[in-house]
């Protein structure tokens, strides 16, 4: 088995013999809200790479199954049989465990490919790669053909990039669809809304949606601008979409900030643990705040002790409940430093951490509200530092959800240390 990994189509990879490029663009204009958005996504690109065969699945992350949404060239026997397969197991489930391109060149004699259903088809050389959307792989598109050493480099290059605009495209239709349905739910919602005060709740999270439906349309297509598909662009082209990325990125962290913080306060909010270590979460914050603290000229230290062992809980709220704090920290820092620290107690099974920095601090009568929605510590500081009130709530709801907690100290003028903890494992309960 030969793996590769790519995340981009470089500059000047020769697209034109498969009309790249076009197909690319036409991948983009599929319809959002078609329930054939996978099949015509097959065909364009078994039309662009001239084959037959090809399937395209998606991540069912309640399951952790692969489900089969379309294929082509296949019988419906392969259809019936390998509907769902898990994260790991075949060709599909090794592409999210890899998160990258998977090739196999030579099926019909390679014995480490057990694939006994493709040999008697016929199939001698095999190609998939990740549906990369906004939050990760969301699903895999594996083709396939009889010719032995069909797939060159180009061609796992151009696949690698129409994997990324689907995952694109299929969040997109998602998130129109969950649009349209709250549209209807803010219209039935606004006519009632003196009725209840849990109305009220629901009422933010149809707003929250609808605010995050835009931004992510947004960013997505920024993703594709910076990528290079339609074109290399110049430096100030180049950071004026970094400036749009960031701020984009900012407004829909605390739109889902909101989404989170309804969830969890209705109880519809569950964990779905997966495998991951520390070293992913301080690589994926450094990549989120690094430009923030460079602006602030702000020292942003680490300090994980080596002894922590492999995470099994929810990578994506973690990093939330690292992002939440991290962005505080930050944002009433105006001079100084911020430290995470990360320890490991065994006897409890806890990952126990901080997140100290040396600014405004907070009054010690106040380390209580501080944890309530929507709460900021005067109306002073709503002005000055801005934000919705929510971070500190999503946190303590989200260490409550997977069996931790949060304590606060902080001294006024002199800085505040959030400490936290979480198990190492949790095997995801509502």
Known sequence: MAAAKLSRVPNGVGLTGYSGLSALADLLTIARNSSRI??????????????????????????????????????????????????????????VRTRGPVLWDNIQTDSSCAYLYLRKEGINSLLGVPLLAR??????????????????????????????????????????????NNVDDLTKLTLRLEESDGIKDRL??????????????????????????????????????????????????????AIDVSQLEAGAAAAYPDPFTMDYIRDTLMEMVGDEVKQKKL?????????????????????????????NAIKFTE?????????????????????????????????????DPFHQIDSSHTRLYGGMGLGLRNV????????????VNSIVEKGSNFRFWFPAECGGRE
């Open 38 to 95: 996978y099949d015509s996504a097959l065909e364009k690109v078994l039309e662009v790479l001239n084959l037959r065969h090809g399937n395209i699945r998606l991540l069912n992350p309640t399951t952790g199954e692969l489900e089969l949404m379309s294929y082509k060239g296949f019988s419906d026997e392969y259809a019936e049989k390998y509907g769902r397969i898990k994260i790991g197991e075949r060709s599909s489930g090794k592409i």
């Open 135 to 180: 939050e990760g792989v969301i699903g895999t598109l594996a083709l396939a053909s009889s010719e032995r050493g069909r797939f060159r480099e180009q061609e796992i290059q151009l696949l690698a990039a129409m994997g990324r605009i689907i995952g694109i495209t299929i969040e997109n239709a998602r998130l129109f669809t969950a649009l349209k």
């Open 204 to 257: 933010l999270s149809v707003i929250s949606h609808e605010l995050r439906t835009p931004v992510t349309v947004i960013l997505g297509n920024v993703e594709i601008l910076m990528d290079g598909i339609f074109g290399q662009m110049n430096e100030k082209q180049r950071d004026s979409l970094l400036t749009v990325r960031r701020s984009g990125a900012g407004l829909l962290f605390q739109v889902e900030n």
């Open 299 to 327: 020292d942003l230290h680490w300090e994980i002790d080596p002894r922590i062992p492999p995470l099994f809980t929810d990578r994506g709220k973690i990093t939330k409940v690292f992002r939440n704090l991290i962005d």
């Open 335 to 371: 001079k100084g430093s911020v430290t995470v620290r990360v320890s490991y107690a065994l006897e409890r099974g806890m990952v126990q951490c901080e997140v100290e920095d040396t600014g405004i601090g907070i009054p010690a009568d106040r380390y209580k509200v501080i944890f």
């Open 396 to 407: 303590k709801k989200i260490l409550e959800l997977l069996g931790g907690g949060i304590e």
